[in-house]
């Protein structure tokens, strides 16, 4: 299948185009850094307002919850990858080496959070599922988490 | 390359109304402290009526939802009302996400 899917191409499915790795110190203050570097990397495709808005916001929620509730209050690493993939997809990996999540399904339900002081609303899933066109997430207690959003922008707009 | 602006909620009195302007980016590092700010406020005036000029702000995640959904409660328990006033669009769907137009009057200019 791939193969046939390659010959008629010309090039592997998935076509890495560009790619930039981060690792930041679970500190707050690396959540704007965060979205100020993958907002720089992903301008090279032109995205739209809205495309870059949404691609800011659901990288925003992941490193925030790899700080807030992976390291809570533990010093650790948050692990940055983003792919550019077949000219227009990004393809985003947050990942962190902290608690892990017990039950990965329930985390996921929109209001869900396990934060009691913080003011959580217990959205951060939720708006990464929404802005993005596919949120994956793996997670193993003890061991950390891994959050993968891919989203594929629109046509390449005009230029002057 | 755009830099994050500081986050900040500047609060004043018009009459019985408070109005209190968000400006920056409103994630989970500015959050608190401008909850805090807020709330000193609002503690302090005990306004009946509040308004949070949204059109500054420049950036919000769910952070700032639950910043949004910790006031409305605050204000509920001082007997006032609370009203958001002029957010963007990015912000306006996050706050559809969580359906928050039924738990607050939001207001365009
Ligand atoms: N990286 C992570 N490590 C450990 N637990 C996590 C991680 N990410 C999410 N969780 C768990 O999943 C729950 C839901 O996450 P979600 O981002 O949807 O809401 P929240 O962070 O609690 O609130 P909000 O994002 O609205 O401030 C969290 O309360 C936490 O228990
Ligand atoms: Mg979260």
């Given at each position: 299948?791939?193969?046939?899917?390659?010959?008629?191409?010309?090039?592997?499915?998935?076509?890495?185009?560009n790619e930039i790795r981060i690792e930041l110190p679970?500190?707050?203050?690396?959540?704007?850094?965060?979205?100020?570097?993958?907002?720089?990397?992903?301008?090279?495709?032109?995205?739209?307002?809205?495309?870059?808005?949404?691609?800011?916001?659901?990288?925003?929620?992941?490193?925030?919850?790899?700080?807030?509730?992976?390291?809570?209050?533990?010093?650790?690493?948050?692990?940055?990858?983003?792919?550019?993939?077949?000219?227009?997809?990004?393809?985003?990996?947050?990942?962190?080496?902290?608690?892990?999540?017990?039950?990965?399904?329930?985390?996921?339900?929109?209001?869900?959070?396990?934060?009691?002081?913080?003011?959580?609303?217990?959205?951060?899933?939720?708006?990464?599922?929404?802005?993005?066109?596919r949120l994956a997430v793996v997670s193993r207690p003890?061991?950390?988490?891994?959050?993968?959003?891919?989203?594929?922008?629109?046509?390449?707009?005009?230029?002057? | 390359?755009?830099?994050?602006?500081?986050?900040?909620?500047?609060?004043?009195?018009?009459?019985?109304?408070?109005?209190?302007?968000?400006?920056?980016?409103?994630?989970?590092h500015s959050a608190k402290r401008i909850r805090g700010?807020?709330?000193?406020?609002?503690?302090?005036?005990?306004?009946?009526?509040?308004?949070?000029?949204?059109?500054?702000?420049?950036?919000?995640?769910?952070?700032?939802?639950?910043?949004?959904?910790?006031?409305?409660?605050?204000?509920?328990?001082?007997?006032?009302?609370?009203?958001?006033?002029?957010?963007?669009?990015?912000?306006?769907?996050?706050?559809?996400?969580?359906?928050?137009?039924?738990?607050?009057?939001?207001?365009?200019?």
């Amino acid at each position: 299948m791939e193969s046939t899917e390659k010959r008629r191409s010309g090039r592997p499915p998935e076509d890495l185009k560009n790619e930039i790795r981060i690792e930041l110190p679970s500190l707050s203050i690396n959540e704007g850094i965060a979205r100020l570097i993958v907002s720089s990397f992903i301008s090279q495709l032109d995205p739209t307002f809205e495309e870059l808005c949404d691609i800011k916001c659901a990288v925003s929620e992941a490193v925030t919850n790899c700080i807030v509730h992976g390291y809570r209050d533990a010093r650790g690493i948050v692990y940055i990858t983003v792919k550019i993939l077949n000219e227009r997809t990004v393809r985003i990996e947050v990942r962190d080496k902290g608690c892990g999540i017990e039950n990965v399904k329930e985390a996921m339900q929109p209001l869900f959070t396990t934060d009691s002081e913080g003011e959580r609303s217990g959205m951060g899933f939720t708006v990464m599922q929404s802005f993005t066109d596919r949120l994956a997430v793996v997670s193993r207690p003890g061991k950390g988490t891994r959050v993968t959003m891919i989203k594929t922008l629109s046509g390449p707009r005009e230029r002057q | 390359m755009k830099r994050n602006t500081k986050a900040g909620a500047e609060t004043m009195l018009d009459g019985h109304t408070m109005i209190i302007s968000l400006s920056g980016d409103i994630d989970h590092h500015s959050a608190k402290r401008i909850r805090g700010e807020i709330d000193n406020s609002l503690f302090t005036n005990r306004p009946k009526r509040a308004v949070m000029d949204m059109s500054g702000v420049e950036f919000m995640d769910s952070a700032g939802l639950g910043l949004i959904l910790g006031r409305i409660a605050c204000a509920e328990k001082i007997g006032c009302r609370l009203t958001l006033l002029s957010p963007s669009p990015q912000v306006m769907r996050i706050l559809d996400l969580a359906g928050a137009g039924r738990l607050i009057e939001i207001k365009q200019h």
